[in-house]
């Protein structure tokens, strides 16, 4: 499981990485050299930013690679260390869940209305649930990290997020 949501989420985000990369190469190239930018390619670079976020936070949260404060914690007993992580990821973990939720129902909204971009009229429903889903699927990582703890965390450097 974890293979495959490494494999998904890291695929997904960097084939949005790539074409925000190949997309502000030939919009800068054509507004250089035939004075002619692509149309809608601010819209498209927003859209694909919100896939790369996204799509790499489980992956952030599953590799305990977030911003991590523990100026204290060396001075915090193992047994202490250990809770506050299990409380820190189970609180993440539920307030993740619930955004995903929200973002769904978010989303139903968007699609209900025919919420779309301004330029190129792009739906946003799809990309509100995706939002939604990838949260809910952090949250999930974070609820999994009570009881397996990313190897950093693990070895004692760092217990909270």
């Keep these: 499981m974890k293979k495959l949501l490494e494999t998904a989420c890291g695929l997904l985000s960097g084939a949005a990485l790539f074409a925000i990369m190949a997309l502000t190469f030939f919009d800068v190239g054509g507004r250089k050299i035939i004075s002619q930018s692509i149309p809608g390619s601010l819209e498209l670079t927003e ?24 100026s204290l914690d060396s001075m915090l007993p193992a047994a202490v260390r250990r809770v506050q992580g299990m ?29 779309n971009t301004a330029q190129l009229k792009i739906d946003k429903a799809p990309f509100i649930y995706g939002m ?27 217990a909270a997020l």
Aim: charged residues 10%.
């Design 132 to 158: 939604g889903l990838l949260s809910a699927i952090t949250g999930l990582v974070h609820l999994g990290l009570i009881f397996f703890p990313a190897p950093e965390l693990a070895e004692g450097e760092g």
């Design 47 to 70: 859209l694909l930013m919100v896939v790369v976020i996204f799509g790499a936070l489980p992956l952030v949260s599953l590799r305990g690679e977030h911003v991590v404060f523990d």
């Design 87 to 115: 409380l820190v990821h189970s609180l993440i973990g539920v307030a993740l869940i619930a955004l995903g939720y929200l973002m769904f129902k978010t989303g139903q909204q968007f699609a209900i209305n025919g919420d």
